[in-house]
């Protein structure tokens, strides 16, 4: 038949998704859509729509293999040639002048001082798969790990480069991948966010909240920055001289005014949204303390992830939080390793040696930790993880002496493991210099609509309407995912 | 016979799936029922761009017009003689169109017949023709009709057999009025004499009370800042500041406290640097096209250049004509009849834009100096003069980091340099460098203490440097800045149908190009369609919670049509007989019945319309975080009423501060007086908002922001109940009440009365009386401890935070 007004039917949902926004939502949402749902205050969303309730549980598009993420953010960017992707063809060659092009923060050059990889490679697992002597534990792992050696990005300077390993594009204003996730997806916890950001203790990373902020998506998609000690969630806690017993005691009372001032007002929904979002606020105190308590772990446990010990404890620590908060429902989380400026991440321009034996020291056992905590605990099949910078580094010095090296975009590994990935592999190719991809580059789309699909998600459907267009993660042209590792 | 019965069942299902109030007529329309067909069928070889056969669909002259077979697509009221009709039911396949794909079906040439025979009707969608001032309908019931807008929202409700709501009270109007017009609450005092003045014109005195008020300007600028993403930070690494920033923000408020026409307000932001009469007001508008982000390291420096011209094309399409013209940057715009050269048209007007700075300069292009041109040029010369000794000094330090090890190479690139210079250069230098060194050093410092020595400078961030003769603009092949195309000169959106500007290359000492004038007296101007509409849409969406016109950004096809367009028109062509002054259109909004019903539901009209598209009552509204952190420090007593100037630092928590790189950079803290002030002074720093803001859906800062999202969720509850700011003004409003009141009894009643401006009711006096006694006894606290918990409850009220 005719479709009568398909403007209304393809693109009035805004309106339809924004009026069933203002009915309110826990982190969860469930509860109360139910609770909405029932009084017949929440309309069903049709099929075309994407979203009810914002955080409400959905239907998948696509049997996804994984229900969470935890991305591994090697902030700084770490060097791929003295990590994962083995060049013998470097080795005594340092300090040999070669010609390569390359693009930094330096600029552009033609040709540099080669650096040789300052660790050596052994061979591990089954798959026989090179991994150097800074990542001895991870080494333990690489059957279960898809490698990543293509990969490039769109931009060698940290801000941008960050924003699109995140987002997708080089300005802020853009949802991150964990927004995306949510939005299509929802949480599976109500007390919980379903979007995590747990930084380092030396800082958050350049440019900030930009790194997990919901664009233009309501703000209840941006993460939470989850903290592993204090208030894990801004305002959390109550405040020092307030106990549980009298908050439920004002609450009590507040419930009761609010209930009466509702009871004037019976269609508005969202003032029993709002009442509701006070229990879920009381509940989440309990709820989230208790995800960052680590009292329940074994001690086995807390040895393996390295917590309790220089120089693991901290990042490891976090890791252990990650598989909590993902045992909990909690859809992303991000963990960055390093953060504020110069040597505290993975940003080695200076003294490469130096700064890549300390991060790979405090991340190489508790990465390898969760890797098989979640296998152990059968979790690892549901769970996605990535692990990778915002680019790698050049082949080639950045100085007239020393190890440093700049950044590069034109190629680098990252790697995924776990939530349908297949173990053992490693996909593409830099050229012998490790200067750019040759054999399938692997645009930062690529891995986007690979976490995507692994999730369920269709990275060419999933859209949002925004400024006159459906807003895709992976932009507007088809993207496919990684293919050879699902 | 068949073709009948399926047309009927067409109609009828037609208006089964409409609204009841959007279907009156059985007539085809073009827009939502011929058009789509066309698109779908035919556009790929008849549309945008192509013409086989000389036939173009895309406008109803090329539709209408002789092919070059001489025969007519369309023939108004003549199927016989319309050879789209013929073809497209032609059953040898040799003739049929389309000639590839399905055939269409019998329905949708059904369709295309009885329009045909309807008239072929060719309406243009409904923004995309010039604005005619509708007569108002007549209704049943006139004595509802206090103004036009009565008019046309009560005949819409009697076409849909829906009554509109009571009256509200003269309460729930005191206190609507004062929050849609100040974003701050009354006073007890306040509503008491509104409601006991029983004078005719109480209202309207009220109205124009507040609209005199300054609080007036700081309430509506906030609506206008959302709208140009006024941020006063760059974004990206560093997120450096945009000095000045905040007197755009002043500009703005300035504008609607003095009631600027619109008009005028549009001509100073997009052009104020070339007006006949340019004035410090006007340049400080232009700080408009500084507003956004800013990569001051771009990866890609052609792309990120063509990024700042999409802003503002972006920002300034939607802010002004409610036309999402950036979705044209890469192609055609896919249903609005946008082709990619309307928008390169629009980047041709920007031309002369320098961007915002370069790395270490973001003066010149974005600073404009005000003051004594002698004295500005002397300090013109002390800064050249400066920046080539300071040149002169960095190469010599250059030679001497060379020589030293990486790590303090690297370290030279940081906050630590002037500490390594200070320790080691002059270890790396030979006498001759060290000596040439010292000598630079001495010279810097001289210039500098004179250039210190001049006055202050008075600066505004604005468009200060153009280029008077712009490079050529040329189309970006799919939007990419790297593959220019064809050349294209300033036009205007081709739907407007207007010609082509001429405008002659500027003369010779020319500052700027003189394109932004054009562009900018085009928009500002009563002829065009779009301008009107969209300010009197924005104006009635502050006042009813929801525009006109949903989409407040996009008045295109793939916008949300209006609710009562000629409502939209008349008020638009009132607008422009009222010199676009906004107070005047106000006061009229507020004095219609429609704006005073009260928001009492009705069981009939909930079913029919549940998102009160026909305004069969006032939507109840929640505050915007603006108003509800405002309203808490007015309620405890600590606003600071101060109006302008510089933006504030309210303190932020250590924990927001470590989600920097360099945590606290970028943010000081103001005194305590100054963090009291309103919200719209708090700087806006991209990567670091205020979180009491955020957390009630202050909008993303980097796009236009048409509407605010109005979200519900549990971290709203937990800022407003343990945030330090919140306990901070339950204390505030505890030691305000004791002073004025010494029972428990009294003091709860006087904290109803200071919040909810109205008598407490007796449950509110027992749970608060009773909540103080639970906290003292079976809590054990102190009294004030107490009554802090119950203001506290006072502020967290459901009637506190939404305005009937």
């Known amino acids: 038949m005719m479709n009568p007004a398909p403007k209304a039917e393809a693109f009035c949902h805004r309106t339809r998704r924004e009026f069933l926004w203002e009915t309110g939502c826990g982190f969860g949402g469930a509860a109360l859509a139910a609770m909405l749902g029932a009084d017949g205050l929440l309309p069903t969303a049709d099929a075309n729509a994407p979203i009810g309730n914002p955080l409400e549980p ?3 598009q696509l049997p996804g293999k994984a229900k969470s993420v935890i991305f591994l953010f090697m902030y700084g960017g770490p060097s791929h040639l003295d990590t994962f992707d083995y060049k013998p063809q470097l080795v005594g060659r340092d300090g040999q002048t070669v010609e390569v092009k390359t693009h930094g923060r330096g600029g552009h050059r033609n040709e540099g001082r080669i650096v040789e990889p300052r660790w050596k490679f052994h061979q591990h697992g089954a798959s026989g798969k090179w991994v150097s002597t800074l990542f001895p534990h991870l080494g333990k792992c690489v059957d279960d790990i898809a490698f990543l050696h293509s990969m490039t990005a769109e931009s060698p300077i940290h801000g941008s480069a960050m924003l699109m390993m995140n987002s997708g594009r080089l300005q802020s204003g853009f949802p991150a991948l964990g927004s ?46 989850f903290r592993p000690t204090g208030s894990p969630i801004n305002d959390l806690n109550l405040p020092r001289d307030v106990s549980r017993q009298e908050r439920r005691t004002l609450l009590d009372s507040l419930v009761k005014l609010n209930q009466h001032h509702a009871e004037l007002r019976p269609d508005q929904a969202d003032l029993q949204a709002r009442i509701a979002t006070y229990e879920l606020a009381f509940r989440m105190q309990q709820h989230a303390p208790e995800a960052v308590d680590l009292k329940t772990e074994t001690a086995a446990t807390l040895a393996a992830y390295g917590v309790g010990r220089s120089p693991t404890h901290e990042f490891g620590t976090r890791c252990l939080l990650a598989r909590r908060l993902v045992e909990r429902g909690v859809r992303f989380v991000q963990l960055y390793s390093g953060g504020a400026h110069n040597d505290h991440n993975w940003d080695a321009h200076g003294d490469l040696e130096a700064n890549h034996s300390l991060h790979a020291k405090e991340t190489d056992q508790p990465i390898a930790a969760l890797l098989q905590d979640l296998k152990q605990r059968g979790m690892l099949d549901e769970t996605l993880v990535i692990w990778g910078g915002e680019f790698g580094r050049q082949p080639t010095a950045e100085y007239a002496v020393g190890t440093g090296r700049d950044h590069n975009a034109y190629g680098f590994t990252m790697w995924m493991a776990g939530g349908g990935i297949k173990g053992g592999l490693s996909i593409g190719s830099t050229d012998e210099l490790g200067s750019a991809a040759v054999e399938e580059p692997l645009p930062v789309k690529r891995l986007h609509a690979t976490v995507l699909h692994q999730m369920g998600l269709d990275p060419n459907r999933l859209s949002y309407f925004y400024r006159g267009l459906d807003q895709k993660l992976v932009g507007v042209e088809a993207v496919e995912p990684i293919r050879q590792i699902i | 016979m068949t073709t009948q019965r ?39 070889c008849h549309g945008p761009g192509v013409s086989s056969g000389g036939l173009r669909f895309n406008s109803q002259q090329a539709a209408f017009a002789q092919l070059d077979s001489g025969v007519h697509a369309i023939t108004p009221g003549d199927v016989g003689a319309s050879e789209l009709i013929k073809r497209v039911k032609s059953a040898d396949p040799e003739n049929r169109m389309p000639p590839e794909g399905k055939p269409l079906s019998s329905e949708e040439i059904a369709l295309l017949e009885r329009w045909i025979v309807e008239g072929a009707a060719w309406n243009n969608h409904w923004a995309f023709s010039p604005i005619k001032k509708p007569t108002p309908p007549e209704v049943q019931d006139r004595e509802w009709v206090i103004n036009p807008i009565d008019a046309f929202v009560l005949a819409k409700l009697e076409a849909a057999n829906l009554k509109p709501a009571p009256a509200a009270d003269r309460r729930t109007l005191a206190r609507r009025a004062y929050y849609d017009l100040t974003g701050l609450p009354p006073s007890y005092a306040e509503v008491e004499a509104f409601v006991a003045d029983t004078s005719p014109n109480s209202w309207s005195n009220l109205v124009d009370k507040l609209l005199a008020s300054p609080h007036y300007g700081e309430h509506w600028a906030r609506h206008w800042l959302d709208v140009v993403r006024y941020a006063e930070t760059n974004s990206f690494e560093r997120d450096g500041p945009k000095p000045n920033a905040w007197k755009y923000r002043d500009y703005v408020i300035r504008a609607f406290n003095t009631d600027k026409p619109y008009d005028e307000f549009v001509r100073e932001q997009l052009a104020g640097d070339e007006l006949d009469k340019v004035t410090q007001d006007s340049i400080i508008a232009t700080g408009y096209y500084r507003l956004g982000i800013w990569d001051d390291e771009p990866a890609d420096p052609v792309q990120a250049r063509a990024d700042e011209r999409d802003d503002w094309v972006s920002t300034t399409s939607q802010a002004f004509l409610g036309l999402t013209l950036g979705c044209a940057r890469c192609h055609d715009h896919k249903i609005d009849p946008l082709p990619q050269t309307d928008y390169y048209g629009l980047v041709a007007f920007f031309a002369d834009l320098t ?28 800064d050249q003069l400066e920046q080539a000794i300071a040149a002169e000094k960095v190469s010599i330090e250059e030679v001497g980091i060379k020589r030293m090890s990486a790590e303090d190479q690297r370290r030279s690139e940081t906050l630590e340099r002037q500490a390594l210079l200070e320790e080691k250069l002059l270890k790396f230098l030979n006498a001759s460098e060290a000596n040439q060194y010292q000598g ?13 020595a001049l006055p202050p400078m008075d600066a505004a961030l604005a468009v200060a440097k153009c280029e008077p003769l712009p490079a050529e603009t040329r189309l970006m092949v799919r939007g990419n800045p790297h593959v220019p195309g064809a050349l294209v000169e300033p036009q205007f959106p081709q739907i407007f149908g207007d010609p082509p500007p001429r405008i002659a290359p500027a003369a010779e000492g020319a500052r700027s190009a003189g394109r932004r004038r054009v562009l900018a007296d085009w928009i500002a101007s009563e002829q065009n369609w779009l301008t009107a509409r969209v300010i009197v849409n924005r104006v009635w969406q502050h006042h009813f919670g929801r525009g006109i016109v949903r989409s407040a950004n996009n008045f295109g096809e793939l916008g949300d049509p209006p609710t009562h367009p000629e409502l939209l028109d008349w008020l638009a062509v009132w607008l422009m007989e009222h010199e676009w002054r906004l107070k005047p259109l106000h006061e009229l909004i507020m004095a219609s019945r429609t704006y005073q019903m009260s928001g009492q539901t009705n069981a009939a009209a909930l079913a029919v319309d549940p998102t009160n598209d026909l305004l069969w009552r006032f939507d109840l509204r929640r505050l915007s975080g603006e108003e509800v952190r405002d309203s808490t420090l007015v309620v405890a007593g600590s606003l600071t009423r101060d109006v302008y100037g510089p933006s504030i630092y309210p303190r932020l928590s250590q924990e927001l501060l470590l989600t920097q790189s360099m945590p606290g950079n970028g943010w000081s803290e103001s005194t305590p007086t100054q963090q009291n002030r309103r919200s719209i002074y708090i700087h806006v720093k991209r990567s670091l908002l205020e979180p009491l803001l955020t957390a009630f859906d202050l909008p993303d800062v980097d796009s236009s922001c048409e509407a605010r999202f109005v979200t519900t969720q549990p971290q709203q509850a937990l800022t407003l109940l343990n945030s330090e700011f919140v306990s901070e003004q339950a204390r505030q409003l505890a030691e305000r009440v004791q002073a004025s009141a010494s029972e428990p009894r009294q003091q709860v009643a006087e904290s109803i009365r200071i919040a909810l401006a109205r008598e407490p009711s007796p449950t509110e006096l027992s749970t608060g009386v009773e909540l103080i006694a639970d906290f003292q006894q079976q809590h054990s606290c102190s009294y004030d401890k107490a009554l802090q918990q119950w203001c506290l409850v006072v502020l967290n009220l459901n009637e506190f935070l939404y305005v009937d």
């Open chain 2, 355 to 382: 961007s915002y700075g370069q790395r270490g300069d973001e003066i010149t292009n974005s600073q404009w100096q005000f003051g004594d041109p002698e004295l500005l040029a002397q300090r013109a010369k002390l």
């Open chain 1, 180 to 225: 995306w996730l949510n939005y299509g997806l929802g949480s599976l916890n109500e007390n919980l966010p379903g979007f995590v950001v747990m930084l380092d203790q030396s800082g958050g990373p350049i440019s900030g909240a930009k790194n997990w902020s919901s664009g233009y998506m309501p703000a209840t998609y941006s993460g939470a920055t």
């Open chain 2, 440 to 452: 630079i050093v001495k010279r810097l410092e001289r210039v500098r203490r004179q250039r210190e």
């Open chain 1, 58 to 60: 959905r239907p998948s």
């Open chain 2, 6 to 44: 399926i047309l009927r069942l067409a109609i009828v299902l037609t208006i089964g799936l409409c609204a009841p109030w959007t279907c009156f007529a059985a007539t085809v329309d073009f827009v939502t029922q011929i058009k789509p067909i066309l698109a779908r069928h035919c556009f790929a």
